[in-house]
């Protein structure tokens, strides 16, 4: 990836102290830090449509077990990797492209007792710092949408997994109904978002070396999801505890826009379980 695209991502989603910012609102919350739970961080930590849920389907549908070795490309905060860890008791390996977020990632995850499951590094996905056949699940939720070189980042994916390990995507593709409005969660320009379709995310599966074992549009469920999740905002305002503290100010603009999106069929979901 160009390092100006590289720096523009970086800008959009960094925050100094972000950990901190967390911690805080947990504080502001009534939670206990010194007891703190993965559910406790479930508002903030899982940064993509319709959260632990998403995370839970992805994960039954790639068959996760104790016995994987998982790569999380574009950890975040380390939201997927605790839920993983937690509820499936598999090592997982966080790689994202922003120093902080991988700093906190690790400090959370000590706060909640999963350390011992997780580890995080700072990384590009299309230069993954891993030797060949390491990993038996390479796993991504809602990080290709900023990464123009997808054919780069598969084979990156490709490379790292064992023969016969399973890639888990869910991802924020191009919809039928015309250009995305920002600014969005994962971008507020375009000059960052690089959607592609879902035909032409089978093309790039295919051309990296994988076998598409799963397919499935999870489009609907989203909206719904988004319509709920709008009413809660409606009514209640913004919780302590939530997105707006990754994002800053302009996130209700996000949240407003990535609903219209989504709505006016600008952009799909796509749940994908592939092979090597």
């Known amino acids: 990836m160009p390092n100006r695209v590289n720096q523009a991502i970086q800008a959009h989603y960094g925050r100094p102290d972000v950990g901190s910012v967390i911690l805080a609102a ?20 899982e940064f993509h449509i319709r959260g632990r849920a998403a995370t839970l389907e992805l994960a039954r549908a790639a068959g996760l077990d104790a016995n994987k070795r998982v790569l999380d490309v ?21 790689i994202d492209l922003t120093d902080e977020y991988c700093r906190a990632a690790a400090m959370l995850s000590a706060k909640v007792g999963l350390a011992d499951l997780v580890d995080y590094r700072q990384g590009d ?25 997808k054919l780069r980042l598969y084979k990156e994916m490709h490379r790292v997994l064992k023969p016969g390990g399973t ?5 924020v593709l191009a919809g039928p109904s015309g250009p995305v409005l920002f600014p969005v969660p994962w971008a507020r320009t375009p000059d960052t978002s ?11 599966l295919e051309n ?23 009413e809660k905002i409606r009514k209640e305002g913004f919780p302590p505890l939530g997105f707006h503290l990754l994002l800053g100010a302009d996130f209700q603009a996000m949240a407003q826009n990535q609903g219209r999106n989504l709505q006016e069929g600008r952009i799909v979901l796509g749940q994908v379980v592939a092979r090597k």
Not at 75 to 86: D, E, I, K, N
Request: with cysteine.
């Open 167 to 171: 890639l888990a995507i869910y991802d």
């Open 194 to 204: 690089f959607l592609v379709q879902p035909d032409e995310l089978r093309g790039l």
């Open 208 to 230: 990296a070396g994988f076998t598409i074992s799963d397919w499935m549009d999870t489009t609907e469920a989203a909206r719904t999801w988004f319509v709920s999740l709008a």
């Open 26 to 45: 947990l504080e502001k919350a009534g939670k206990d830090l010194d007891r703190l739970t993965p559910e406790d961080l479930a508002p903030v930590d």
């Open 74 to 94: 574009g950890s975040g905060v380390g939201g997927t990797s605790r839920c993983l860890a937690r509820e499936f008791g598999c090592h997982v390996t966080g």
């Open 125 to 149: 996905a299309t230069h993954l710092p891993f030797d060949d056949g390491v990993f038996d699940v390479v796993w991504t939720e809602h990080v290709a949408m900023n990464i123009p070189d």
